[in-house]
Each structure stands twice: as C-alpha cells, then as structure tokens.
C-alpha cells in the first residue's frame, strides 16, 4: 500500500459513523469499522452481502440507492431501519447515500453513509415529554419545589402537637399554622403557572465542585442506610457554561432520588465523562465540539415501564412525602443549558440517569 492509499483506509477506517461500499446491484463490496460495530458483524463479513440483508423490507431505501447510482445523484437523511442478524434487533439510521464517479463521469458505485440515531430518537423522547411544560419556567417551579419541602415537615409536625393539645386553647394557632401551610401550599401551586424567562446567567463552572457540594448534604442520608458515593471523574474535564445554582439543584435532585432509591447497603455510582459521540453532538444541537456526561447510577428497585413513562409528568411521584417535581425540574434546568437526559432503569438492578451537558452553549 502506498502512503497516500495507507491515509485513505485510515480515514475510511476511523470514521465513526458507518460507511458502505455498494455495487451497481446492491451489493456490498466494503464496510468499514464502525459500520461492523452497528451491524455488530465481524471484519469482512459483509462482502458480497445484499444491501437489503442490513436493510429489510424498505424497497424506498433500496430504490434511493439504485437511484444514486444508475442517475449519479446524491441523496441526503433518508431514514431506514437497520437490522442486527445476530440478535434479530433492529435500530433506526439516518442515511446518506453517494455515488462515486470515475474518470469518465460514469458511476458504478456507491458510498452509504449510515448513522445510528438510537440516541438521538431516545433523547428527543424525553424533551417530547414536557414540550407542554415549555411555558413553565425553572425558577417558578423549582421555587415551589424548595418550599413545598419543608412546608409537608411543618404541616406534619403541626398535626402531631395538635393531637397533644387535645381540649388545649392553644389547640387553636396549632389549627392556624395548618391552615396558614396549606395556604402557602396553594399559593406555590398557583405560582407554578406563572412563566417566568429561563436563567441566562451562565458562568464557566467546575462540574466537579458542584457534585461535591452536593454530595456533601446525602451523604450522611446514605451512610445511615449504609450506603457510600463513589465517585469516578475524569480530571481532565474542562469547565462548561453553566449556571451554578441551577446545576446544584438539579444534581441534588437526581441524587437524592438515586439515594432515597438506595437498598441497604447500597452504593450510589457517580461517573463524569467527555462525549464526543457525534450523534449526541447533533441531538444536543450545539456547535461545541464536545460534550460531558454525568452519570448517576443506584442499585435500587428500578422503574416500572408506568413511572418511567412518566418519570417526567408534573406531580407523579410514587414517594409519600414527594412532590412529583424534582425530575421536572432538572429537566428545564438541563434544556435551559442546551443539555439532554436519558433514563434507563431496570427492575431489581437499578437506574441510570445520564446528563449530558456541552462545553459551550450554542
Ligand atoms: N433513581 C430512581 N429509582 C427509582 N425510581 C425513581 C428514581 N428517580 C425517580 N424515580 C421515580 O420517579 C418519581 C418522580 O421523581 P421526582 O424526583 O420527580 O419526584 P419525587 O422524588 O417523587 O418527589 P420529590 O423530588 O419532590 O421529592 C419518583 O416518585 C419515583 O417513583
Ligand atoms: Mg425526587
């Protein structure tokens, strides 16, 4: 191989999106590296495989890549479905497809470049969610959040005493300071429809720090269960645009969810990360050329498919004191910072959230 020819095959190699080489006939004659990883195939397995062995029953496909090759012309995202011989799955692909042409204009092959937007298809999933929530703003739900807290604590403790001042005159300020709370309560409802602009007061903030200030305030909560953080961060991360007291809440939320999921003895697993996967670039919508990913992960009971499905619907909560809002809530802080989540969950093993979050803001 030449040098030059050395350079091309590693290129065609590195390529992280997936890359295959098709004949006139709708043949494959190469695929590269990446290609193999989606298709889960081993090298050169491909070879001589038809297109619609990797893309069954989509005849448009198949007729776009005729197409582009028989009339020279390129077709860009065009969805097809994938298919995994090895495990029957199938993942939705964005495709592009090329025809190359040799010297004397003529073509007889074709260039497919393939992307994987499971991710992509996942994260829009959830901002689907609360597209109805948009009008909502951070500040006023996650105010009502903070002080609906406390307030079920007051209101608690309240009704307790009141049962010792049984026959008491003082039986009746027990009885203002409930009716007082749960006038507060109302309030603070009522105050969530109000819409308020999103924070734009972003600063470079250290991810790092503000995990460990949070940190600080559940661990004791954990280690009374005997439990423990344990922390993987990757020192080189370099600090996003971010608003920090935002971030803190919404970090705060998600954990304390991970540690109030925790069994005895559980740990709570929390991983910082870059992401420079490009389908997570696209979906993240950003020009910043990479991306970090916090991930929180408890070895809790899980979700049901029901509470998964609407982890992030206002007031669901399955807890007897929550308030159905922390999830909501994190969720408009990472939108406001151009940023997305996934959850994953599985019952009896424990849930995943990641937060991806770019380094700058579009
Ligand atoms: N890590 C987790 N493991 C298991 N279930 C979870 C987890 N995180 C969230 N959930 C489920 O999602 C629901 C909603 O969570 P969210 O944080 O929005 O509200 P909450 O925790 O119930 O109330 P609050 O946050 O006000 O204390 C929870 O009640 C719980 O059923
Ligand atoms: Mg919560």
Do not use: W
Not at 215 to 238: A, M, N
């Amino acid at each position: 191989m030449t040098e030059s020819e050395n350079f091309y095959q590693n290129i065609f190699t590195s390529l992280i999106d997936g890359v295959l080489v098709i004949s006139a006939d709708l043949k494959i004659i190469k695929g590269n590296l990446a290609a193999e990883e989606m298709f889960q195939r081993s090298g050169g397995s491909f070879e001589g495989e038809l297109l619609s062995e990797l893309f069954p029953d989509q005849p448009g496909v198949m007729e776009k890549a005729r197409q582009s090759i028989a009339t020279g012309t390129a077709y860009h995202h065009l969805e097809g479905i994938g298919h995994r011989k090895s495990n029957d799955a199938c993942f939705p692909t964005n495709l592009t497809f090329s025809p190359i042409t040799n010297d004397a204009d003529q073509s007889t092959v074709g260039v497919i470049l393939i992307q994987d937007t499971t991710l992509i298809k996942e994260l829009q999933e959830t901002s689907r969610q609360t597209e109805h929530l948009s009008t909502l703003s951070v500040l006023t739900i996650g105010m009502a959040h903070e002080i609906r807290n406390p307030l079920s604590g007051i209101r608690g403790s309240a009704q307790l005493l009141l049962k010792d001042l049984e026959g008491s005159e003082q039986r009746e300020y027990m009885e203002i300071i409930i009716a007082e709370v749960d006038r507060i309560n109302r309030l603070v409802t009522r105050m969530m429809n109000l819409t308020q602009p999103a924070s734009v007061d972003f600063k470079p903030t250290n991810i790092h720090q503000v995990l460990e200030e949070i940190l600080v305030f559940e661990k004791e909560t954990l280690e009374r269960k005997k439990g423990k953080f344990i922390q993987t961060y990757d020192p080189s991360l370099p600090s996003i645009e971010g608003n920090e007291d935002e971030l803190k809440q919404m970090f705060l939320n998600l954990v304390k969810n991970a540690v109030e999921a925790s069994p005895e003895g559980g740990q709570v697993r929390i991983v910082t990360q870059f992401s420079s996967n490009y389908a997570l670039r696209k979906a993240l919508e950003t020009s910043s050329t990479h991306g970090i990913v916090v991930e929180i992960i408890d070895s809790g009971p899980g979700m049901t498919d029901a509470a998964l499905k609407n982890l992030f619907t206002p007031f669901f909560t399955t807890k007897k004191r929550g308030t159905g809002l922390g999830m909501v809530v994190s969720l408009k802080i990472i939108e406001n910072h151009s940023g997305k989540i996934k959850v994953t969950s599985e019952r009896n093993v424990g849930t995943v959230v990641q937060v991806f979050l770019p380094v700058n803001r579009k």
